[in-house]
């Protein structure tokens, strides 16, 4: 789940020129579309495809009813909106639809910019929603419930495509001492900084999630050890020559500059889930800690 | 509506699609009216009902509507008079 990416739509039909008129008309929108037939549907597990919208046929081979029921039974896809399209006006249809979990139904023929606008205004709604659950409200990096989610999905694709991914907890060094001595309100602005930083300068598939107080993760997609090690030791050498904050008061200025330790952790050797693999990072972080901080440390393989 | 799709060229060619699709099916779908298996043609008139308007035939959206119902009903004349109708006006639009 990356709440920037275009949003995916997948369309259920059995009739492949309305998947055909449709896909047009959403892709023309922005949307990433994706069209399969009922049967497929009926398995929703099989597919990698993860929506954001499920645009569903009503009259099929396999039902559209039982399309609905199946997804809203599965506790990885049941709030995923879901929409019933229909040539059908009955009421008793659209009834069902509803009492069984369908967010609309819009009866065909489409009217496409009405149904456009209707998609859009729902996802500005899941957008807010969205922010809300995963995203931190003071550095805007994803929080712990996103990491919570997104892992195992990120293990589980890793592992379909037989990447690695390395994962990294960073610890802002002597935070306690800089809240102490500035206050919370610098130490605040120090890490809105800090979150700053580190998201310029990893790629922008990766994933900066706040774990914790002054305690990052951050998943590098689809990576080697060495270059991320590589990555957040440049992050170490640009922190040690750039202030985070600058206090200003009468007399001078104050430059803050901080360190922080890191410890980072390889799927698959070093954990074959996200609990190990955080465990793992955790045991190199402390080591990263006892041994000085301000470095960077491998967890060892088992 | 804003209709100013229909006339988008990438659309055009969607357009012809279900076109050309419509007269590959239309013949079998006559066939089995003339067989009398009318669950087949129940499903075609249906999805002609709910598509030929948004493909920009108001005409295929109406002769559908027309379809599903004799074929609900098991009105093979109506059947047998309408689905001739579809293939006629399927060689005569152009694009």
Known sequence: MDLDRPRRIILIEDDANFISILKYHLTSAGFEVEGITSDEAINPGAGQFRPDLVICDLVMPVPGMDILATIKSNPRFRQIPFIFVSASKDHQDKISAYLSGADDYLEKPLHFPELIAKITGMFKRLDVIQQDIYRDPMTNLYNRRFLDQELPRQLSFHQRHDQKMIIGILDIDHFKFVNDTYGHQVGDIILENFAKVILETVRASDYVIRYGGEEIVVLFINSEMQGSKATLERLLEQLANNPLHTIADNQNNTPIYISFSAGLAEFPIQGENGDQLLKEADKALYEAKTSGRNQVRIAPNP | ?95
């Open chain 2, 1 to 95: 509506m804003t209709e100013d799709y229909l006339n988008d060229p990438e659309f055009i060619i969607i357009r012809r699609e279900y076109l050309d699709d419509l007269r590959a099916k239309a013949p079998e779908n006559l066939a089995s009216a003339q067989a009398g298996n009318f669950e087949p043609v129940r499903t075609f008139g249906h999805n002609l009902k709910g598509n030929g308007t948004s493909f920009g035939f108001q005409r295929i959206s109406e002769l559908g509507a027309d379809i599903e119902k004799a074929a609900i009903e098991g009105a093979q004349d109506i059947l047998l008079d309408r689905l001739p109708k579809l293939i006629e006006f399927l060689g005569e639009v152009t694009l």
